[in-house]
C-alpha cells in the first residue's frame, strides 16, 4: 500500500472515530445531553470543546471510559 493511501485510511478512521455533540456522546454512554456537558466540562469525560458550544470526544476513548468505570464497580464489590 503506498504512503498516500495509508495516510487516507488513517484519516478515515480517525474521521469515524471522533463523536461530536452532547446528545451523540450520551447515546454512547447512556447519559443524557446536560450530564455529558456537566461530564466534559468537569474532566469526567474524555473530549473537549471546539469553539462554543461544540463538543466532541472519541468512539475510542468513551469505551475504554465505560470499561475503567466498569473494572472500579467490580472491584470495589
Same mark, same amino acid.
Given at each position: 500500500?503506498?504512503?498516500?493511501?495509508? =495516510?487516507?485510511?488513517?484519516? =478515515?478512521?480517525?474521521?469515524?472515530?471522533?463523536?461530536?455533540? &452532547?446528545?451523540?456522546?450520551? @447515546?454512547?454512554?447512556? #447519559?443524557?445531553?446536560? #450530564?455529558?456537558?456537566?461530564? &466534559?466540562?468537569?474532566? %469526567?469525560?474524555? /473530549? /473537549? %470543546?471546539?469553539? @462554543?458550544?461544540?463538543?466532541?470526544?472519541?468512539?475510542?476513548? &468513551?469505551? %475504554?471510559?465505560? &470499561?475503567? @468505570?466498569?473494572?472500579?464497580?467490580?472491584?470495589?464489590?
Amino acid at each position: 500500500m503506498e504512503p498516500v493511501a495509508e =495516510t487516507l485510511l488513517s484519516d =478515515t478512521a480517525f474521521c469515524e472515530d471522533i463523536v461530536w455533540g &452532547l446528545e451523540n456522546i450520551g @447515546k454512547i454512554i447512556g #447519559q443524557k445531553p446536560h #450530564q455529558v456537558h456537566y461530564m &466534559l466540562r468537569n474532566g %469526567q469525560l474524555p /473530549g /473537549g %470543546q471546539l469553539g @462554543k458550544n461544540k463538543w466532541y470526544s472519541s468512539r475510542r476513548a &468513551l469505551k %475504554q471510559f465505560m &470499561l475503567d @468505570k466498569a473494572a472500579k464497580r467490580v472491584s470495589a464489590a
